[in-house]
């Protein structure tokens, strides 16, 4: 009998088919050891030994694989061919090693890149060694992450209050993300003008000329800087007649992008079809593992961790087949298409992403789940187009001058002669700005001739700040920078939103305050760490690693002994000096210059008190220097620049009106916690705080006395009698009756919603804990054999996890909750069980409490006499202690 060991089920189900009887094949459920989360896991000063801690549902299933492996002939080690599952292997070796689970056991590793029968065959016909240089890799990168994360993150969180963590690449992108924002800031916008005429040739053809020479000058982008000067370039337009002057056509071509990378799918499915990096991943982990197909299980993307850009020849060759036989042989080049990748530490140890078999077209696989089937054809249109011919165009430009050569428009356009690969896919780009003036099609034109002019339009613009990131063009800046590599990507974006660093506004990265303190403290005390070349550089050393042209301890000792001398230099730091720096870093941000020679830091409140960070309890907040003598404060957001986040006045207080009841002031200010609406003054005025889903532009005096009267009745309920209210409360707005809440789906409800649909919500069942709504589970597996109960996949707050009948196991790290299956459900809802003993209980305590409410008052009156009884002696000893 010969063990195979894979990571996934659903992999380990497709390829025992494969191998048939003679082979046992299972499944290690992704990694089965890891550093424990505790101090000396790594230890520098013991020659970086590492200590190892085998996952608690993994001990169960290295059980099942030593007992399977013992009196097999032969161990296969069968996992991703990648330095992860490289690491995987060498885990799952070294407890068999030390069960002694492999004697007389011939262990060998095999690889392949995609899950189909002849690969994998092939793969156990080509068996090899474990590569050392991969495990080194992956030793050295465990144990940098480790290293910075367990001795920076303490040291945030004692110096920094409300910090969460830091990590090697984590904290270089929330860089990446807030150095963004401060352009955005800094930025000020500009105006200028730009002028278009249209004109009518001679066969009665129409086009548009955008002016580019104005009184014999080439203008500059702002030479039109006002209305003013557009207008008078457009008088000196109407005052003349033109004529063509040039017509110059270019050939040109457009070529196709390689097939997918990692990289290049997260940022084109993040485009195209809206896919957070991580939902791309899982979706390609499950094309990858395969799916039923004509009645097999066949995988149908080849490996999809990977920075490679080539693919097989008979890959090539399948492709190029199905080009000529639905294309046509002009869309066929006359030589395969060769990719070289450009991006900087690329390994390009893997084939590109591509369907395993081209002829397995995406609307042949209509039994797939509809995103599934979307990435499908994502990757089957980008590799097929990747073998097609270019597109060929011709590029035209025409000069229009007036008859004295003062005044020149100048007209240019495109036109596609040949489609090539654009007959199939097109790639995405991130943030195109500008007009698309090469889309524009022009009439035939010949150099003399006469045009009629027509309606002249000046036309106003401003300079926009650089975009925020996108997932897409995070991805894509990482890469191009050499920080991380792609398969890590998506995690790293999610560790920035679960730390609460960033959050996402229409799709973009926006960092939160919490994210631009950190970045602060660690460009101020750790500035050679984020830096983007350091980190990159650092990429660079680990890849010399898997090459084997460097030890990977010796790249532990360089990077520790300098990390350790910077971390020590923090020990003494106090608070007030890590103020005193994030003051001065944060300062153009938090106090923009505003009017020439007024001071931005000066209290708008007491006048000479002097504004500056502070921490307190909930993070940051800018406060006065005058504590407490003045109490003004205001949050911790940006300052200035045409990108910023809108303020409330210099002074931190806006004047909405006055309350037509009282003849009270009602102003919107920007207070410590948030923005906030008050009615009058005095020591303890009214109140209320802005819901999340409200922005203070969205704020007049209309709005600010609505929400000043809230909690507001809506009317009596009709069976009741009882009042039911509605009110925006800690966890939302809400409507109120009989002690009986109903959260509402937006704060805008709260003003507007009306008695029949207030009556309409209570009327329906509880949807959960506290009438909030029970979220959809990410997979049903069915009934629980033994209690009939439903069991499914769910995503919680720390990662997915089966649930059944009150009890929850977690999945293993790494495992797609999409490939889990019933059995594999059963087997995690029982150990958790097992670990859990108590659980089970409930229903007796539960049963028991009427019985122990009923006992309770006579315990009571017991206890009560009884520590009167005690009392008295204790008295008389206390007493006497006390005389003596």
């Known amino acids: ?247 110059e056509s270019k050939p040109a071509q457009r070529h196709p992008a390689p097939p997918f990378t990692t990289s290049t799918l997260q940022q084109e499915a993040a485009r195209k079809l809206g896919f957070s990096a991580q939902r791309t991943m899982q979706l390609a982990q499950r094309l990858y593992e395969g799916a039923e197909v004509d009645g097999e299980t066949v995988g149908l993307i080849t490996y999809m961790r990977t920075d490679g850009v080539s693919m097989a020849a008979e890959a090539v060759a399948g492709a190029r087949t199905l080009i000529g036989e639905h294309y046509g042989a002009a869309y066929c080049p006359a030589a395969p298409r060769l990719y070289k990748v450009k991006t900087r530490n690329a390994q390009e140890a893997h084939e590109a992403i591509r369907p395993t078999d081209f002829r397995r077209r995406p609307e042949l696989l209509r039994h797939l789940d509809p995103d599934q089937r979307r990435l499908y054809e994502l990757v089957w249109k980008r590799a097929l187009a990747s073998q097609m011919e270019s597109a060929r165009l011709e590029r035209t430009t025409v000069d229009v001058t007036s008859q004295d050569r003062q005044v020149v428009l100048r007209a240019t356009g495109s036109v596609v002669l040949f489609d090539g690969f654009l007959a199939l896919y097109q790639e995405g780009e991130d943030d195109r700005g500008g007009d698309d003036e090469d889309a524009a099609r022009l009439p035939k034109l010949a150099a003399g001739e006469g045009l009629r002019r027509g309606a002249i339009k000046p036309e106003q613009h401003f300079t926009q700040p650089p975009p925020r990131y996108s997932e897409a063009s995070l991805v894509k800046k990482l890469e191009e920078l050499g920080i991380g590599r792609p398969s890590t990507y998506a995690s790293i974006l999610e560790t920035l939103r679960n730390r609460s660093y960033v959050v996402m506004e229409k799709n973009r990265f926006v960092p939160e305050d919490k994210g631009r303190l950190v970045t602060a403290f660690l460009e101020s005390f750790f500035a050679r760490y984020v830096e983007y070349d350091f980190t990159a550089n650092l990429e660079e050393q680990l890849d010399e690693i898997t090459e084997g042209k460097v030890p990977w301890k010796e790249v532990l000792r360089r990077f520790w002994q300098e990390f350790h001398v910077a971390i020590e230099g923090t020990r003494e730091l106090k608070i007030s000096e890590v103020l005193t720096a994030l003051d001065t870093l944060l300062g153009p941000h938090l106090f923009p210059e505003g009017e020439a020679g007024k001071d931005p830091r000066v209290c708008p409140s007491c006048a000479n008190g002097r504004l500056s960070l502070k921490l307190g309890k909930f993070g940051a907040f800018i406060g006065c220097s005058n504590y407490p003598e003045c109490r003004f404060t205001r949050q911790f957001a940006a300052g200035g620049g045409d990108g910023q986040k809108p303020q409330i006045g210099e002074d931190g207080v806006k004047q909405l009106g006055t309350d037509p009841t009282t003849g009270e002031a009602i102003t919107l200010r920007a207070g410590r916690f948030g923005p906030y609406v008050q009615q009058g003054e005095g020591e303890k005025p009214k109140r209320a705080s802005l819901p999340k889903d409200m922005t203070p532009e969205m704020v007049d005096l209309d709005k600010a006395l609505a929400l000043l009267a809230l909690p507001r009745e809506v009317g009596s309920h009709p069976e009741s009698g009882q009042p039911i209210q509605a009110g925006i409360g800690r966890y939302g707005p809400y409507i109120l009756h009989d002690k009986r809440y109903i959260n509402l789906p937006s704060a805008e409800e709260v003003f507007t919603i009306g008695l029949n649909r207030a009556v309409s919500l209570l009327a329906e069942p509880p949807k959960g804990r506290g009438g909030r709504k029970t979220p959809e589970p990410l997979k049903r597996l069915g009934d629980h054999p033994d209690t009939a109960k439903p069991i499914a996949i769910m995503d919680g707050r720390y990662g997915p996890y089966v649930a059944c009948d009150g009890i929850f196991a977690t999945l293993p790290k790494g495992l797609d909750p999409q490939a889990v299956e019933l059995p594999q459900a059963l087997e995690l809802l029982a150990a958790k069980a097992a670990k859990s003993p108590a659980k089970p209980a409930r229903k007796a305590k539960a049963a028991a409490k009427p019985a122990a409410a009923k006992a309770a008052p006579k315990r009571k009156a017991a206890a009560k006499a009884a520590g009167k009884t005690a009392a008295k002696p204790a008295a008389k000893r206390a007493k006497a202690a006390k005389a003596g």
């Open 1 to 247: 009998m010969n063990v195979v060991i894979v990571e996934s089920p659903a992999k380990a189900k497709t390829i025992n088919k494969y191998l048939g009887p003679g082979y046992t094949v299972l499944a290690s459920f992704g990694h089965v050891r890891d550093l424990p989360a505790k101090d000396g896991s790594v230890r520098p000063d013991d020659d970086f030994a590492m200590d190892w801690e085998i996952d608690g549902d993994a001990k169960k299933r290295l059980g099942e694989i030593a007992k399977a492996v013992k009196g097999a002939e032969r161990l296969y080690l069968a996992t991703d061919p990648d330095r992860e599952g490289e690491a995987i292997s060498w885990h799952v070796l070294q407890v068999l090693n030390e069960k002694k689970a492999l004697n007389g056991v011939e262990v060998s590793r095999i690889a392949f890149n995609e899950i189909t029968k002849s690969a994998v065959t092939a793969a156990i016909k080509a068996p090899r060694r474990l590569d050392q240089e991969l495990i080194d890799a992956y030793l050295a990168r465990r144990a940098l992450d480790y290293l910075v994360g367990f001795t920076l993150s303490p040291v945030l969180w004692r110096k920094l209050p409300g910090a969460r963590s830091a990590g090697r690449v984590q904290s270089v992108a929330l860089r990446l993300i807030c150095d963004r924002e401060l352009e955005i800031e800094k930025f000020r916008s500009q105006e200028y003008w730009s002028v278009e005429a249209l004109f009518t040739s001679g066969d009665g053809s129409r086009f548009a000329a955008r002016l580019s020479h104005l009184n014999g000058h080439k203008l500059d982008k702002f030479d039109l800087k006002d209305e003013a000067a557009a207008h008078g370039a457009r008088d000196a337009i109407a005052a003349r007649d033109f004529h063509v002057e040039a017509v």
